[in-house]
């Protein structure tokens, strides 16, 4: 039987590609939680398809020559597609769009099963993989259905949708609710008007000598939140630094851009950086002033608009939603 794997990192890829226990090992690494326009379900589709890789593995498992491209046609010459997700945000929106993509291909809805990892699957050495007692579950037409009503959610002009999500049976699928609220800690915080993650890099800051990567997220790091990529932390962070009225200051080197990187002086100075908290971030770390009055606003959550005028927060201790 031939045996294809989708996955949604990288590394996670590289761990199950070196036990040989798939014939195809493919990553799908999409950000799908963006500060910018979420694209279109066609244009998210079409940059998949249009990948010169489908049509290789395709080739070389259909043994056939013709150029078809696409994760359907992709599937075709397999008898077995598995969904290994990692546990993170990102990673489940990923599985919810998967999942309601690939709905009304009932041939390959048929092969379809869900490897849900509880730590990212990079993280595992490869020798292990093997031995894993993860539960397969094959997927049926209710976990379709209800990863096609979290992927609407995700894509409306508010929130409110997926808040609603919260009050419904999402067992299904086992590590969804935990990432449905981390997204949601993500929306400007009641009182703060910033993130989740933003606010743990004030925190992280203020207990003195924090550099940037001192504030980063990563594995075995003091910044748990797995929500933002790279260089979406990044960007995050010259927000705070390079608003009208920044919440921190000492970041130097920057922008954070790939010519940043490849700058070796500039990549030095901005890894070096002390930082500190300037008198409006210690206010609003201490929940006595909000970034966004003194800070134009202007980002996506999913497929809703935040500005100043419209800016849906979230009280993380009520765990409710908050319409402008």
């Given at each position: 039987m031939k045996r294809l794997i989708f996955t949604t990192s990288d590394s996670g890829a590289g761990c199950l590609r070196q036990?040989?226990?798939?014939?195809?090992?493919?990553?799908?690494?999409?950000?799908?939680?963006?500060?910018e326009p979420l694209p279109s379900d066609i244009d998210i589709t079409k940059s998949l398809d249009?990948?010169?890789?489908?049509?290789r593995i395709y080739r070389k498992y259909a043994q056939e020559t013709d150029h078809r491209t696409g994760m359907i046609g992709l599937c075709e010459p397999f008898d077995t597609v598995d969904l290994w997700i990692d546990p993170d945000p990102n990673a489940q929106l990923i599985l919810i769009w998967w999942l309601a993509y690939f709905r009304p291909h009932e041939a390959v809805v048929s092969k379809l099963n869900l490897v849900q990892a509880d730590i990212p699957i990079g993280n595992y050495p490869a020798e292990e993989v093997v031995e894993?007692?993860?539960?397969?579950?094959?997927?049926?037409?209710?976990?379709l259905e209800l990863a096609s009503s979290a992927w609407q959610g995700w894509r409306a002009p508010t929130p409110r949708d997926w808040f609603?999500?919260?009050?419904?049976d999402l067992s299904l699928l086992p590590l969804f609710r935990p990432a449905a609220v981390a997204l949601l800690e993500e929306l400007p915080g009641r009182a703060t008007g910033l993130g989740a993650t933003e606010m743990?890099?004030?925190?992280?800051?203020?207990?003195?000598?924090?550099?940037?990567?001192?504030?980063?997220?990563?594995?075995?790091?003091?910044?748990?939140?797995r929500t933002f990529d790279y260089w979406q932390i990044g960007a995050l962070l010259n927000g705070l630094a390079n608003a009208p009225a920044p919440a921190i200051s000492g970041?130097?080197?920057?922008?954070?851009?790939?010519?940043?990187?490849d700058d070796r002086d500039r990549h030095q100075r901005y890894n070096g950086s002390g930082l500190s908290?300037?008198?409006?971030?210690?206010a609003i770390l201490a929940g006595r002033d909000d970034f966004s009055r003194h800070n134009p606003i202007h980002r996506w959550w999913g497929g809703t608009e935040l500005t100043n005028d419209r800016l849906w927060r979230w009280d993380v201790e009520k765990q409710v939603l908050i319409e402008p």
């Open positions: 036990p040989g226990i798939a014939d195809a090992v493919v990553p799908v690494g999409r950000r799908f939680f963006l500060r249009e990948d010169d890789w489908l049509a894993w007692r993860i539960p397969t579950v094959k997927i049926l037409n209710e976990h609603n999500l919260l009050s419904t743990r890099m004030l925190e992280l800051i203020s207990e003195g000598n924090a550099s940037p990567p001192d504030v980063f997220p990563g594995h075995e790091k003091r910044n748990e939140r970041l130097d080197g920057g922008p954070f851009t790939a010519e940043m990187h908290l300037t008198e409006l971030g210690k």
